[in-house]
């Protein structure tokens, strides 16, 4: 069978010119948070699904006990008549190297026949403790897309991330600048790393919505944070720390 | 040589309609000692072997020293004029994540031009102890077969299993329903997880023979689950516990 | 580049009908010993050597400092006007199960084009300890050779070994067999398995000799079992017993 | 996509049988070092950039926080009407073994389409300890490239480096070789091995400055050898020792 096989259910016309935005598993799962967010508020439609052998061998069983293969899908929205978003999410980033870059190659191939020029992923930036205001770091294909953010309140410091960014948020943004010749940047929210994390999802929405135009209603976002706080607070007020908050695994 | 290689002894044509039943090595290995005993009792007649690069490399030596490569095996039986069943089984999964999704896609092609439309895969759910009477919980490609099995006393539970299903049992499922067009399910029969257990496979072929309708004699499978009780048994006489029978490892 | 390549040195015609023998490297080292023992003594031609992406990414560098790839080789040698013999050996397994199976059967190609109808692999059977007389147990393609090796004073029995054969030697007999129609056989001579044992290698020699029926010194194999068991005599002495004799390696 | 990818920048004629060096990340990671100094100090020409599925999936920032996909890289430089030297170098080494050799096809491909003849791979002998005066080991395609070598004060010895040369200083060396025909040496230079080691680059240019004849300063690298030297002799001092050194990690 085919590495990865696309069921595409709408066409996007080059015309419409999306901004591709990227939000996959990964630290704190804040891109994967906020693309699904603003995926269902916008009420955005499916494009297409992406199955793939590099994508666990395995289903996922719904409430109703469906199952579903995994996947990545992309969606559109139409904002205005001059912008669209498309963005991408999923179950899983690929699990082997070539995975990785084979699915990142697809996706900025779909996006090219679609006629989208700019691209942001989302990501996290791990820092091990729950900070009262996450920042918002950046990388960019090129200098140009560094002003242009700056200009928006995204951070660039010298030496963040000083270990290069692992999997899909970095290599959909290194492949969209030097194989695609697109305008593109990583953001990354500040987050503890050891759970998922709204508020670093909320972030991210924010400064997406400054740098593309939108306004979206974050209401839902902020009461799952406000969750997860009171559980953290009271773990701190219990007087257990570090340790016990690592504890709370992934829970979303 | 081409990764997957299938060695074809017998044609089975469309109009026969075998609903497809999967029973490869799992948790407690109910699903697979369910379909040997099924091949076994109703001397089921073999229609192909699957051979793979995806399978281990290594021989098995039988009783009389005689060495057979590792495969995965299709087997046929018409049960009445309008009623047949294949059973697909075999010595191991696919060894890595390709493997297990190109293995599937093989027996569901290999399915569809015998003219399957239904599929059953069997699979265990590990629950850590030893349980009077095992459930059998479903979960199904779409919401008709749910109320196809709920009727046969199939249970659905919103939280189990609750991580998905991995491997061939889920794979199968969820490509026979996405990819394939088909009806299918999968059985999981609660297991304790730590040794071949004949109990879980019982049940598993009492709710095929209840779906399917066939009738089978299980005298050989209950004099096994006796067996394994009578040392389970004996072992919690013993106060023991549970860490004992976990040393039981994998027998048959 | 070919997953694997193929540098051949000279044609072996069909009529020759040559025996096939297979010593790789494995447990004890017993197999490719005594390949290489036999290729030395008889001052066997190179028919062809078998490099791959499938061993390892390295180089061996001889003592004259002159580096050399990894490879598999053939080695041909007539041995009387109606016997004549082909000896597969190298400095590795396939690193991958693919290339455990690519290998297997690029070397039964080769063979089939070169007129083999018997094939003889060479392994270890670890036991842990020293043995004074190590047995040979078989394994076969078929009962026809399982009576034709019976009457050379082959052991078989049952429950050995317990776990089928891995790797190389179980899988080139298996393949043999079922893909290519060759009568089969592996020979398993018993091994401490903890260090490279030429004790092992000779067994392994004496009953190729009376299968294949040549003869050949055993002499320079012999003096080198002798040093290993001086160093294992005196480890025993010092009362150092079984664990210090693992910590010898694998030496040769 | 595939899996290796070039972008080239100019062409380079077969007239110019310019001699290839190879430098890629490794032990002390003295070869990268030394052949980036090099194309720094020549101020050489990309010739061309080695995209590939077979490097992690991540990109750099640098500290303009400008992305970079990991690459491998050749550059030229004329040095006098007669000779020429082409680099390759790069951010990592391919991370299974099918694309260690693939890698290493690709650029021997390369080369001899640019009339290459001649190989050196620079390469680090773990030592283990800090040395006053690092010795350059040799590893050689033939015993005239030998020869040529000890005429230049390459060190060849008997037992060194004992298990062969793994990753793509050997498998590029035993290629060229093997598969390309080419004269083809590894210098090996001795490395404490546990960090960055200036001092071990040092030595490779030396020695690679007298063979293929072209001077260059060394001062840079010396000035940064020194560096390291003052944290380890402090290091020392405190009465640390061996345990505290391997702390330091890589760092450059």
Do not use: W
Request: glycine fraction near 12%; hydrophobic fraction near 40%.
């Amino acid at each position: 069978m085919e590495k990865i096989q696309i069921k595409k259910y709408m066409e996007i016309g080059k015309e419409n010119k999306p901004i591709l935005i990227c939000g996959l598993p990964g630290i704190g799962n804040i891109g994967r948070l906020a693309a699904d967010y603003i995926i269902d508020k916008f009420n955005m439609e499916k494009v297409c699904d992406i199955y793939s052998t590099y994508l666990p061998a395995q289903v996922f069983v719904s409430s109703e006990s469906v199952v579903s293969l995994p996947k990545n899908s992309l969606y559109f929205k139409k904002l205005s008549k001059t912008r669209s978003i498309l963005i991408f999410t999923g179950d899983f980033q690929g699990t082997t190297t070539e995975g990785q870059y084979e699915i990142s190659e697809t996706v900025l191939k779909l996006a090219t026949s679609m006629g989208v020029k700019e691209v942001f992923t989302l990501g996290g930036y791990g820092v091990g403790k729950i900070l009262e205001s996450p920042r918002i770091i950046g990388a960019v294909s090129d200098l140009k897309m560094k002003k242009k953010l700056e200009a928006k309140g995204i951070i660039f410091s010298e030496n963040e991330p000083g270990g290069g960014i692992i999997g899909s948020a970095g290599l959909i943004l290194g492949m969209a600048g030097e194989f695609f010749g697109m305008d593109a940047a990583c953001l990354m929210g500040e987050t503890p790393g050891f759970f998922t994390d709204p508020k670093g999802s909320i972030e991210l929405i924010k400064a997406l919505s400054k740098i593309i135009k939108f306004s979206i209603k974050l209401e839902d976002l902020e009461e799952r944070a406000r969750s997860i706080e009171q559980i953290t607070d009271k773990m701190h007020m219990e007087g257990q720390g570090k340790e016990q908050k690592e504890d709370l695994g992934y829970f979303v």
